[in-house]
């Protein structure tokens, strides 16, 4: 009998994950046509800045069910004309996995949206904690002047589905109006 130490780490700090079986995937907002509605200031803006950044610890195989996925993204602090940093957002492919996130550094925004397209909206903050049913598309939002990290977990076999998302996005966009981020519905 051994008690083994499996060096896989979380810094509570930032979230950052240490270890085996890890993913990076860096998002440049040249990978992200099609999110901000300001096309201008997309086009303005250095097509190789990072907007986000997702790290995540597969220790399955994806699509098995059963397992778990364990992830951190960040968001940089940034605006395109004026909307804030933001990720792409997606559906589950099994519409009944939900997934858990919950913040770790910076202020942001957690956006989501039901089948019939209404959209809602809930706070985060380190230390907030949101339970995502697998029905609902999610996309997170940095409206703050630091860095947005959150943590999340979810089903090995969820999948993630960009394209209804990439095509319609959501209802309603979280801008800066006056200084403060506000929801308005999209015509
Ligand atoms: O599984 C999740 O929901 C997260 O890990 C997201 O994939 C991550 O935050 C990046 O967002 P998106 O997948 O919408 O680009
Ligand atoms: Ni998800």
Redesign the pocket.
């Known amino acids: 009998l051994s008690i083994i130490d499996t060096a896989n780490t979380i810094d509570y700090s930032n979230g950052e994950i240490k270890g085996e079986s890890l993913i990076n995937?860096t998002?440049y907002l040249k990978e992200l046509p099609n999110i901000f509605e300001d096309q201008q200031s997309f086009e303005n803006t250095d097509p190789n800045k990072i907007i986000?950044e997702?790290q995540?610890f597969l220790p399955v195989k994806e699509g098995l069910e059963g397992g778990l996925?364990f992830?951190?993204?960040i968001i940089y602090p940034g605006k395109i004309g004026d909307e804030y940093f933001m990720?792409?957002?997606?559906f589950h492919e099994k519409p009944d996995r939900g997934?858990f996130?919950w913040g770790i550094q910076g202020e942001g925004i957690l956006l989501l949206m039901d089948k019939n397209r209404n959209t809602w909206a809930e706070k985060m903050y380190p230390g907030s904690l949101h339970y995502?049913n697998g029905h609902i598309a999610?996309?997170?939002i940095n409206i703050g002047e630091s860095i947005l990290s959150?943590g999340?977990c979810?089903p090995s076999d969820?999948g993630?589905n960009?394209q209804e998302?990439m095509d319609n996005g959501f209802s309603a966009r979280l801008k800066e109006i006056k200084g403060k981020p506000q929801l308005i519905p999209v015509r």
Do not use: Q
């Open positions: 995937a998002k986000y997702v995540a996925f992830g951190k993204t990720t792409k957002g997606h997934e996130y995502i999610h996309r997170t959150f999340a979810w969820a993630h960009y998302i």
